[in-house]
């Protein structure tokens, strides 16, 4: 028998095991997939750290969930910056003084304020009723159309006239010359990749991968008194109530004999003739110098039962089919859902770690344990 079951070994699940070890409980953890980490997964490839479902970049302005991760591994000073390509020409992102220098020519903060406010002076006095219209009284035609239109159409699978506004509600607009695509105090990626991060977490945990919780639910259910559930909350429930709605992402990975392909971490595409949203060439990441190089072209697509789950479509449809699954999960006491997919919302890595230690701290406190 075990104290706790825990389905997933992504960062909720791996943080949760590895605290409650700490206090002589007994974890098993279940992965379908067969590595520890969920999407944080990196593998080595001759010495390259391959983020294998898409670009982790860990930040932060929790001093205390640094020094929690920081425990497991140690950190680069790897700063974050975004180069995109539209019509042919190369811009910076997020929108900062170099974004209005490229597309404008402005100088000054002074004229770049005054040209943006030129651009949505005829749009930002009208209530949006669509993601187009939000973005437009927010940056303007220009650099919606160059930046924003294309990629967030093949992001979503659908015309941004047809996307709610709330999507963005708001674009970071920096007036100084700083590229540095997170304003965190503390940012950098793990050196030797974050696979290790999960194997000292669970170092002292039985962990089976490759085990598919629901091909043997009835067992899996008998071997613990309590079970934390790290996976889609309505397959939890055999979808009884409906299926919630995301998007998925295909990734073609290709190793290149040259020494840099791209000369950055990440470049967004964002033309609507070019089937991926971005090139991710990973050995930026620890600033590799390898005579060759690993790239990965990232394709946006549609979902279903078959393919990974990364972003959840956040409409009010599936906001309030995800309320119903809540209440249901309350009906089962020593069952405990975290994580982005239980809890059906887009996570940063630092977030779902705080997200983690909140939860055991109500666990620890609590007649349960």
């Known amino acids: 028998m075990y104290d706790f079951l825990i389905v997933g070994s992504g960062f909720f699940g791996s943080v949760c095991a590895y605290e409650l070890n700490k206090i002589e409980k007994k974890c098993l953890i279940i992965d379908k997939r067969r590595h520890l980490g969920g999407n944080v997964y990196t593998e080595n490839c001759d010495g390259i750290q391959v983020h294998k479902y898409g670009p982790h970049i860990f930040h932060t302005n929790d001093k205390d969930i640094w020094n929690y991760i920081n425990q497991f591994a140690e950190f ?20 900062n003084m170099n974004t209005f220098n490229q597309i404008w020519n402005t100088k000054t903060p002074i004229e770049a304020q005054n040209k943006l406010a030129e651009q949505i002076k005829n749009h930002k006095n009208t209530p949006p009723n669509n993601l187009e219209e939000q973005a437009l009284a927010l940056v303007g035609k220009d650099i919606y159309e160059l930046l924003i239109k294309g990629y967030t159409e093949k ?92 998007r998925s992402l295909r990734f073609d990975t290709e190793r290149l004999e040259i020494e840099n392909f791209q000369g950055n971490a990440q470049v967004n595409y964002n033309d609507t003739e070019i089937p991926f949203t971005r090139i991710v060439e990973h050995k930026h990441f620890e600033f590799g110098t390898q005579n060759f190089t690993i790239i990965t072209k990232e394709y946006p697509q549609n979902w279903d039962k078959t393919k990974e789950a990364f972003y959840p479509i956040n409409n009010p449809l599936n906001q309030n089919l995800f309320k119903k699954y809540v209440e249901l999960s309350q009906n089962h006491k020593q069952v405990y859902f975290g994580g982005r997919l239980a809890e059906y919302r887009y996570y940063d890595m630092h977030q779902v770690i705080a997200s983690a230690l909140t939860f055991l701290k109500k666990i620890k406190q609590s007649e349960i344990v």
């Open 76 to 95: 680069n000073n790897y700063i974050h910056n975004i180069t995109t390509i539209s019509h042919g020409k190369m811009y910076n992102m997020p929108f």
């Open 155 to 246: 992001q979503w699978g659908c015309k941004a006239t047809e996307l709610p506004s709330f999507i963005i509600k708001r674009l970071p607009l920096r007036f100084t010359y700083n590229n540095n695509y997170f304003s965190d105090r503390y940012q950098g990626i793990p050196i030797g990749g974050y696979t290790q991060i999960f194997e000292k977490l669970t170092r002292n945990i039985e962990v089976k991968l490759d085990t598919d919780y629901f091909e043997n639910r009835l067992y899996f259910n008998s071997i613990a008194d309590k079970i934390i559930y790290t996976g889609k909350i309505d397959e939890f429930f055999d979808y009884n109530l409906g299926t919630l709605e995301y």
